[in-house]
């Protein structure tokens, strides 16, 4: 899988291995192999990663070509390094981001995930407790913590996108779906 036919053009040693290749830009794409098995993924971005993954037919995948950007990914999924250059793994998180997302898996990130606006209501409503009572918020952390519990497709990367917000100092709104008691308990490292 490439991410567009011109990232496919530009390397004509790609189309000459003879292995299928598919797009992950354009539907339209000359290149149109359905990904299963296992898929070498060509210079992927993590969002494209997470929908790759999600797809059914997939076994697993092998990333050529991974970055810093990737490191959530490969923290989460303990990854093996075959060959290139390493990326460094994510810090691991303190116990309250852990208990953060453990509880937000159990009570909010059930079908959905963050598209569902409940669901991300209640999500920002934690991260906004944590920050307010003093917990760093690291977008790298909190992704690597949802993957490992397994929130669907883009959730993750909308976990970190929220942290961000968060700290570039945003008031994002949010419905008080949660009990304060909950968040305490989180805050304090404790699960659910």
């Known amino acids: 899988m490439a991410p567009s036919t011109s990232a496919v053009d530009v390397s004509p040693w790609l189309e000459g291995a003879g292995v299928p290749i598919g797009t992950v830009g354009n539907r339209r794409s000359r290149f149109n192999a359905r990904p299963r098995g296992i898929v070498i993924a060509w210079c ?3 969002d494209e ?6 797809q ?3 076994d697993g995948v092998v990333l050529v070509r991974a970055g810093s950007q990737h490191a959530p990914w490969i923290t989460a ?3 093996d390094h075959l060959g290139g250059e390493s990326v460094p793994a994510v810090e691991e998180a303190s116990s309250a981001i852990k208990a953060t997302v453990e509880g937000l ?4 990130v059930l079908n959905q995930g963050l598209i569902d606006s ?5 999500a920002v ?3 906004t407790y944590l920050r307010e009572h003093g917990h760093r918020l690291d977008p790298d952390q909190l992704t690597s913590e949802a993957l490992r519990r397994e929130w669907p497709r883009q959730s993750p990367l909308e976990l970190a996108r929220i942290a961000r917000d968060l700290n570039a100092g945003k008031r994002l709104k949010f419905q008080q779906r949660l009990r304060p008691e909950v968040l305490a ?3 304090k490292g404790e699960r659910i």
């Open 49 to 54: 990663i997470l929908d790759l993954e999600s």
């Open 118 to 122: 409940r669901e991300r209501s209640a």
């Open 185 to 187: 308990e989180w805050a």
């Open 77 to 79: 999924c303990h990854v």
């Open 56 to 58: 059914s037919d997939i």
């Open 44 to 46: 992927l971005h993590l």
């Open 105 to 108: 898996s159990m009570v909010a």
């Open 125 to 127: 409503q934690a991260l």
